[in-house]
């Protein structure tokens, strides 16, 4: 069931998750479309996040844009693509590549303090490498010592790829299509941001036979949305992820169909990591047990990075 509805105002709105966006030219959304997209919102009792480009809009947007109760990407939840010096929100989207994660750590943990809500996305997961196992359980444990040290402080700052294993029991994926679209500039809905810029470029879309190789659209504000085999979309069509425990992983749609092909299956490379912060996790737990904090659930030591190549113990 949808729950929330993504806004790109213009097409040059931030890019927020592992996608970047390619389109440099401003192509701000109608007043007309605007409105549509949030009557749409409110007919299906949908929680609004705007996504805003770097300029400022004219007051008629904004006074359309307060009309209904939203979340603001690009102001309130601010986005970087490198490590600041300092952020002014509680919510922040930090955008590296893994190289940069791993090297710049220790940037990372010394304005990790300033946030209430640290969301960390690769933005080059296809192109994680064995060989960066090691490197990236390190920066994950060097994370790790700072926020034990936070939680001690009396403090509990929130770090995805961390702390929200603490606190799940089940998977809490991106959900595109399943639990949020998206509408663009054109009034027409998408799985997620991704496929809009992928539609814009030109990209060959390999999984819809029946539309223009190019067309990844699901629908518009006219007819509404219209995805075709939603379920193949869903958590108990994915035969391996149904069962796995890396409750935090993204489970990235638009990365599973460039990486294999299919939007339900992840890549080899969205597992590895996952299960290394998954496993990242189970140490920072165990060492605020030893603290004195306590948690329902207990992350269990398993033995792999793919569940893929271990199925048969599932």
């Known amino acids: ?18 996608a970047d966006n390619p ?31 770097d300029y400022e809009l004219p007051d008629e947007y904004n006074e359309v844009i307060e009309s209904i109760d939203h979340v603001k990407i690009g102001r309130e939840v601010e986005v ?7 952020f002014t929100a509680e919510n922040v989207v930090l955008r590296l590549s893994i190289a940069d994660f791993i090297a710049k750590q220790y940037d990372i ?43 001690k402080a009396g403090k509990q700052p929130q770090v995805n790829i961390l702390t929200d294993r603490l606190q799940l029991d089940k998977m809490h994926n991106c ?14 809905f998408y799985l997620c941001p991704a496929f809009y810029y992928d539609e814009r470029m030109g990209v060959n879309n390999r999984m819809n036979h029946h539309r223009p190789a190019s067309d990844y ?10 995805i075709p085999n939603r379920q193949l979309l869903k958590l108990d069509h994915a035969p391996l992820c149904r069962i796995c ?22 890549s080899h490379q969205q597992c590895i990591i996952a299960h290394l912060e998954r496993n990242a996790t189970r140490e920072l737990q165990k060492q605020l047990q030893t603290a004195g904090f306590t948690f329902d659930n207990q992350i269990k030591e398993i033995t792999y990075l793919d569940p893929f190549e271990v199925r048969e113990e599932f």
């Open 109 to 151: 943990v010394a304005v990790l303090p300033q946030a209430k809500r640290l969301n960390i996305c690769i933005t080059d997961v296809e192109n994680f490498k064995d060989e960066q196992i090691e490197g990236y359980k390190k920066a994950l444990m060097t994370l790790n010592a700072v926020l034990l040290n936070q939680y």
């Open 1 to 18: 069931m949808l729950q929330y509805l993504v806004i790109l105002l213009d097409d040059t709105s931030v890019a927020y998750c592992h």
């Open 80 to 86: 970087y693509n490198e490590i600041p010096k300092s």
């Open 217 to 226: 659209s699901v629908g518009d504000l006219d007819s509404g949305v219209q």
């Open 245 to 266: 425990d890396a409750y935090q992983c993204k489970r990235c749609v638009w990365l599973n169909q460039r990486l294999t092909w299919d939007n339900n299956t992840p």
């Open 175 to 188: 959900g595109a299509g399943v639990n949020n679209i998206t509408v663009a500039p054109n009034g027409k």
């Open 23 to 53: 389109l440099k030219e401003r192509n701000l959304m109608s007043l007309e479309t605007l409105r549509k997209a949030i009557l749409f919102g409110m007919k299906e009792n949908l929680m609004i996040q705007y996504v805003y480009p």
